[in-house]
């Protein structure tokens, strides 16, 4: 079986500051994307990626760059966090998009101070 | 409006009754998935699904594309399966699933 890892698993970053995080798949899967969820809400899509050096804009990319070097791996960066931002990133990957089950990784939790 | 709305937001189940939770589609959903995300946080894919239904040990979950919607069933509720439940689509020319807003599930003794 494979593993979708998600590192850190918390990041606590000051205002201003540009955060990376970073999401590694084993599964050999095509399609990886990036979700934000903030406390008691939904899954909301950020950036996802069809295959290697693929970006496509979600719903809330503004305020976020996305980097899919290599299939494997798919990397988010905050680029300039907000203060007393509090919200859980989660990062998926599927064998070939809606087409195909998705795992999720356990999440990275940021907290702007 | 949402394009995939679930019902019910919230809902308390006395271990070992039954329920089912519901999801409605106003987009030409394809394929479904179902997921429990865990007090953790962790999300877990329960169901993937084309029309028809599926079973899984406690968990029945059916999709009818036609009339645009899918259940999830939850038979003998058990303590460990309190969290949130999302349903999410797929078009046929999509990419990206388009998820619920979720269905915050309590399990009690």
């Known amino acids: 079986g494979g593993i979708i890892t998600q590192t850190p698993k918390f990041l606590i970053g000051q205002e201003g500051q540009k955060l990376t995080l970073k999401c590694q798949q084993n599964?050999?899967?095509?399609?990886m994307y990036w979700y934000r969820q903030d406390s008691g809400k939904g899954l909301r899509l950020i950036y996802y990626s069809i295959t290697e050096n693929d970006l496509q804009k979600g719903d809330l990319s503004e305020g976020y760059d996305a980097s899919r070097e290599k299939k494997s791996s798919f990397s988010l960066t905050v680029t300039s966090a907000q203060k007393n931002e509090m919200a859980v990133f989660l990062c998926?990957?599927?064998?070939?998009?809606?087409?195909?089950?998705?795992?999720f990784g356990s999440g990275t939790r940021l907290l702007v101070i | 409006g949402d394009k995939v709305k679930q019902s019910p937001s919230a809902l308390s189940l006395q271990e070992g009754t039954n329920s089912a939770l519901r999801c409605n589609f106003s987009i030409a959903a394809t394929t479904v998935q179902w997921f429990l995300q865990n007090p953790r946080g962790s999300l877990m894919n329960l169901f993937y699904l084309v029309p028809g239904t599926k079973e899984n040990g406690r968990l029945k979950s059916a999709f009818d594309s036609k009339e645009s919607y899918s259940t999830l069933h939850i038979r003998d509720a058990q303590l460990e399966d309190s969290g949130t439940y999302f349903c999410a689509a797929a078009t046929s020319s999509g990419q990206k699933l388009v998820f619920g807003q979720g269905t915050i599930l309590k399990v009690y003794l």
């Open positions: 599964f050999n899967h095509d399609t």
């Open positions: 998926a990957s599927s064998r070939q998009g809606a087409a195909s089950d998705y795992t």
